[in-house]
């Protein structure tokens, strides 16, 4: 008998085996455990009498046999209880008595939650910066040691202290400068004196510096207004006629 076929078929099978391999790209990544936390998720709590508070009393009088409770929250809704710890070995020695445990024919299964903050914080408002306390409507009360202080009359002088401190500084001795609010004829019947006096304080071009400074000028308007003529104070005023609506503008 022949053995040639016998091997060939053999060495063909060997070679179809050799090219097989196995697409792992499609896999999905793997998911690393949860952490040790101090907040156990008692989950599977299908049976709803599981959360009477008679039931719930035994539950919690058991998980303080291991390990003292920082908070018990149950959740009926979601077959869950929520249980934090004062720290993450508690919530370790917990887990491994009640993972797999029974309650009322359920199987118990329990996971580590997200960590819970133990320290208490303030959660009030804070004050926002005392330099803009005021600044917000209505304002608040003021702070301690503050005393009312009646604030100081307007001031009456022409220019300011500091104005008048930076122009003394000047020492410019130039001529005046007509200026163009002079009291113009008085035989206009709408002649009235605007303007005393007019003073050219800084001319740049004067002390040779840059033409394209700005020169400055005061102008003196403390003069009193003339009173109004009688022939101003008879002149009527014309009155227009309103335009009626657009709506009634139709052909």
Known sequence: MDSTPR???SSSSASRKANLSIDL???PSLTQPT????????TNINNIEAFRPENLRTIRDLILKTAPIHAFAPLKSFRRIVVSFF???????????????????ERLRVY???????EAKDEHLALPDSGKLFFI???PSPPHGWEMRLEDAPNKLVHADDLADALAKLHYSGDGLDSPLSPVDASSPAARPRSRSTTFIYRPADDGCSPDLPAVVVHDMTEEPAEMSSLEGSRSIM?????????????
């Open 112 to 118: 580590f939650g997200q960590p819970t903050p133990i």
């Open 239 to 251: 009155a227009h006629t309103a335009r009626p609506p657009f709506e009634l503008m139709q052909d």
């Open 137 to 139: 409507s209505p304002p």
């Open 35 to 42: 952490s040790p936390s101090n907040t156990l998720l008692f």
């Open 25 to 27: 790209s499609n896999l």
């Open 7 to 9: 091997s060939s078929r």
């Open 87 to 105: 720290d993450a070995d508690a919530a370790i020695s917990v887990r491994s008595i009640w993972d797999g445990e029974a309650i009322l024919g």
